[in-house]
Nanobody, 119 residues
């Protein structure tokens, strides 16, 4: 069992930046692929970014060039740096341990952190 706790969300103006953090419990964090997702009201959950245990990254087209995923295995933490935020980025952002890289299937999920971007 892995517990994930996200933080760093909040209210920001369009064009601004936020850095989300996701801290994982357990001693095998470095072996996990991790992903960031978001879900806006009335919409399906969207995969945003993923990072493998070795640091390989992949992004959805909607955030490529604006968001950066990174990890610090010593701190059991994965980050999502978000720049040039837009009102349409407003959503609940969650991290997950991935069991499948291609499908972005998550097995453990955090509770999420709200990001609101005002125009």
């Amino acid at each position: 069992q892995v517990q994930l706790v996200e933080s760093g969300g909040g209210l920001v103006q369009a064009g601004g930046s936020l850095r989300l953090s996701c801290v994982a419990s357990g001693r095998t964090f470095s072996s996990y692929a991790m992903g960031w997702f978001r879900q806006a009201p009335g919409k399906e959950r969207e995969s945003l970014a993923a990072i493998s245990w070795s640091g390989v990254t992949d992004y959805a087209d909607s955030v490529k060039g604006r968001f950066t995923i990174s990890r610090d295995n010593a701190k059991n933490t994965v980050y999502l740096e978000m720049n040039s935020l837009k009102p349409e980025d407003t959503a609940v952002y969650s991290c997950a341990v991935l069991t499948d890289w291609k499908s972005r299937r998550g097995v453990y999920w955090g509770q999420g952190t709200q990001v609101t971007v005002s125009s």
